[in-house]
Each structure stands twice: as structure tokens, then as C-alpha cells.
């Protein structure tokens, strides 16, 4: 019974708001003692920031430690994901920082603390999901974007080698000037160069920012918004939150009173049967 105040106590801790909100305040505020690191201080100050670090490391592993602790069994924690990403990103910044072989790779796992707003702050969590089962569908997009690049790449070369070898001189320099012209990073001199010899050549140019800066971008924002509008209608029918929480709510009361009046129904209808059948 202990154990299970122990846990409980330690879940409401876990849940309580002021607890979250410390932890993300801990969160950026150990960005900004990784970001002190890098400028020139004295050692002095080098030593508060190194003190500052320690304790940061001390509070997220008193803090996960807290969320093992409170889980109904060990193994629970590490079931989500997010879990398993916080507890990677802890251990990994117990590694000394003094050591000459190890100490690159624990600043570098120290500046990986800040992605751990990430697993606490749930907006941030549903924008990343949406993100990840995004990448699927814009793989595709990216495909179809790849073959239109080849195509124009190899008709820039073809026309406009002989204009700007250093430009168009093959197939993968012209698809590298291909998106330079696709960001808009000046590409009205590259279509002026080349409408010096070949005025229409213009054609080539919107006709291939008009698919690729338009058409193939509108799409990949239309995945990525569709996928997020399923992940926040899912994240609030687990939260009960939302109106997709109250259309689930209503959706599954509605198929319970439907198995309820099949059941009566069924049974109206043997009673029937009963009643007429010949004695």
C-alpha cells in the first residue's frame, strides 16, 4: 500500500501544471547555459556555467526518474516513444564532460536537451507526429519534383550550355541552377543571360517556377495540413477535448443504443414467436 501512495503521489507530481511548467523553464533555460558555453568568458563565470550544467543534469534525471517511479509497472515508461527519446536524451548527458575523448560528444548531447520541449509541451508532439506520417505522402511529391527537375535540367543544359558553361555545363550543375531558381536567389539574371540569345527562353523559366514553387509546394502544404488536422482530431479524442472528442462520444453512445435496441428487438421477437407458436 505505501508503494502505491509512493506512485500515486508521484503522478500527481508528474501531472501538476507548475511541475510542467518548471521543467520546460529548466528546458530553455539549459539551451541558453549550452549557448554561454560557446562565447568567450572568464573562468570564473566558466565555472558558475559548469555548476549550472551539473544541476540541470541532476534536476532531469530527479525529474525522469520521477516519471519511471510513477509508472503501474517499470516497463510501462518505455512503451511511448517520446518516453524512450526523453530517457536517451538524460542518460546521454550523464556523460563526463572532462574527459578529452568524450567531451565533443556531450556538449553536443547537451545541446540536444532543448529538443525535449518537444516530448513536453504537446502542440509541439502533434506537429512533429504529423510530420513524421507526413513524410510518406511527400515522398511521392518529391519523386514527381525530382523527374521535373531532371527534364528541365537536361533541357537547360542542352539550349543554354553554350551561353554559361559554369551555369549549364551539365545535367547536376544545371539542376543545382534549377533550384537556385526554384528559391528565387536571383534568377532573373540567370532568364536575362539567356534571353539575350534565345528571347522566349522566359517560357522556360515560369513554366518550371510555376510547377515547382506553386503546384508541387501548395502540395506538400496540403499533406502536411491534412495529416495535422487527423493527429489534432485524434490528440483530442484520446484528451476528450474538442468537438471531434464529442463526436466520437456521440458516436460510440449512438452505436451502444443501437446494439440495445437490436437486443430488445430480438428479444420482442422471440416473445412474439412464442406467444403465436400453437400450444
Known amino acids: 500500500m505505501a508503494v502505491e501512495q509512493l506512485k500515486l503521489q508521484l ?9 510542467e511548467f518548471i521543467v520546460i523553464s529548466i528546458i530553455i533555460f539549459s539551451a541558453l547555459v549550452t549557448g554561454a558555453k560557446t562565447y ?13 550544467d551539473m544541476l540541470i543534469t541532476v534536476f532531469f534525471l530527479i525529474e525522469i526518474l520521477i516519471r519511471l517511479s510513477s509508472e503501474p509497472r517499470f516497463f510501462d515508461f518505455f512503451k511511448k516513444g517520446w518516453n524512450i527519446f526523453d ?3 538524460v542518460t546521454a548527458s550523464l556523460l ?15 545541446i540536444f536537451r532543448v529538443l525535449r520541449l518537444v516530448s513536453v509541451i504537446p502542440e509541439l508532439r502533434i506537429l512533429i507526429g504529423a510530420l513524421i506520417k507526413a513524410m510518406p505522402r511527400m515522398g511521392y511529391i518529391v519523386l514527381l519534383m525530382f523527374i521535373i527537375f531532371y527534364i528541365y535540367a537536361a533541357i537547360g543544359s542542352f539550349m543554354f550550355e553554350n551561353i554559361n558553361p559554369v551555369l549549364w555545363g551539365n545535367i547536376s550543375i544545371s539542376m543545382l541552377t534549377l533550384f537556385r531558381v526554384a528559391t528565387f536567389e536571383d534568377w532573373t539574371d540567370v532568364m536575362y543571360e539567356t534571353m539575350a540569345e534565345y528571347p522566349l527562353s522566359w517560357i522556360f523559366y515560369l513554366s518550371f517556377i510555376f510547377l515547382t514553387a506553386f503546384v508541387f509546394l501548395n502540395m506538400m502544404i496540403g499533406v502536411i495540413l491534412d495529416v495535422m488536422q487527423r493527429e ?12 471531434s472528442a464529442e463526436v466520437h462520444w456521440i458516436k460510440e453512445h449512438t452505436e451502444q443504443m443501437e446494439q440495445r435496441l437490436d437486443r430488445i428487438e430480438s428479444l420482442l421477437l422471440e416473445n412474439v414467436k412464442q406467444n403465436v407458436a400453437p400450444k
Open 232 to 243: 489534432h482530431e485524434e490528440y483530442y479524442r484520446e484528451s476528450g477535448e474538442g468537438e
Open 40 to 52: 568567450d568568458i572568464g573562468s570564473t563565470m566558466a565555472n558558475v556555467v559548469a555548476w549550472l
Open 87 to 89: 530517457f536517451i536524451i
Open 96 to 110: 563526463p564532460v572532462d574527459g578529452n575523448d568524450t567531451v565533443l560528444l556531450a556538449r553536443l548531447l547537451r
Open 11 to 19: 503522478l500527481k507530481i508528474h501531472q501538476n501544471k507548475i511541475f
